[in-house]
């Protein structure tokens, strides 16, 4: 049986909210949940450092930010293997195709991708990607801008 995930993290992998702020955030996303069966799958989770939000057996590609170029499943696997290692102290890559150094964050996924110290996860959400108003009630309610990634395991 396959999982689905909503999630919801900063835009800045390493920016992690207070307390009350999650609080705040996970209220707001509860509201945007069509029953309480998705509801009771809403967590918030802290991490003590950046994890990888993957979107699982949706992605189709990763695309560098500057030129456009696809990258291979194995240099990103690779590179993501290498800041794991150091404990993603960063997450800088020079990428092989233009030579840019960009972060793993800010590299192109279709199907969206990241990577944070915490999130907002609902398991089995029973609906879709929100929307940019609703994004945006998030950004407020965590004080932070925000990125959704559904994930299908």
């Not at 307390?19 to 069966?37: E, N, Q, T, Y």
């Not at 939000?53 to 695309?63: N, P, R, T």
């Amino acid at each position: 049986m396959s999982d689905n995930y909503l999630t919801v993290i900063p835009t800045d992998p390493y920016w992690r909210p207070s307390k009350d702020a999650a609080d705040r955030a996970a209220a707001v996303l509860s509201g945007m949940l069509p029953d309480d069966d998705a509801r009771r799958g809403l967590e918030a989770k802290w991490h003590d450092s950046v994890e990888v939000v993957f979107c699982g057996a949706s992605l189709e590609k990763i695309s560098c930010p500057r030129c456009g170029s696809q990258f291979t499943p194995d240099w990103w696997g690779e590179s993501v293997s290498e800041r794991y290692k150091e404990g993603f102290s960063t997450l800088t890559v020079t990428v092989p195709c233009c030579g840019v150094e960009t972060s793993l964050n800010e590299l192109v996924y279709d199907w969206p991708t990241g990577f944070a110290r915490f999130r907002l996860e609902v398991l089995y959400p029973n609906r879709a990607w929100l929307t940019d108003e609703e994004l945006a009630s998030l950004t407020e309610a965590l004080g932070h801008p925000v990125r959704q990634i559904l994930i299908h395991t």
